[in-house]
Nanobody, 125 residues
């Protein structure tokens, strides 16, 4: 069992930045691919970014590439999402999640076993 707790969400103006954190407890954090997803009202949950077990490989949705950066600190059992140049369309609840399995499944929410409770990000225009 892995427990995930997100923090760092809030209200920011367009063009601003936020840094989300996701603290993990339970089983060995470095065993998991970690991902960030988001869900806007009335929309399906969508993939944002993922990072490999060691942190050496990352993958981003096209909509956030060049603006968001995912990182992890396995010594602190924490994964981060640095979000820059935020846009109103980034407004959503952001979730971190843990995947046991193939890196190839990194953008599929149904493949992730553990999820945090989510943190709200609101970007005003």
């Amino acid at each position: 069992q892995v427990q995930l707790v997100e923090s760092g969400g809030g209200l920011v103006q367009a063009g601003g930045s936020l840094r989300l954190s996701c603290a993990a407890s339970g089983r060995t954090f470095s065993n998991y691919v970690m991902g960030w997803f988001r869900q806007a009202p009335g929309k399906e949950r969508e993939f944002v970014a993922a990072i490999s077990w060691s942190g050496g490989t990352t993958h981003y949705a096209d909509s956030v590439k060049g603006r968001f950066t995912i990182s992890r600190d396995n010594a602190k059992n924490t994964v981060y999402l640095q979000m820059n140049s935020l846009k109103p369309e980034d407004t959503a609840v952001f979730y971190c999640a843990a995947l046991i399995g193939d890196w190839e499944k990194r953008n599929r929410p149904n493949e992730y076993r553990y999820w945090g409770q989510g943190t709200q990000v609101t970007v005003s225009s």
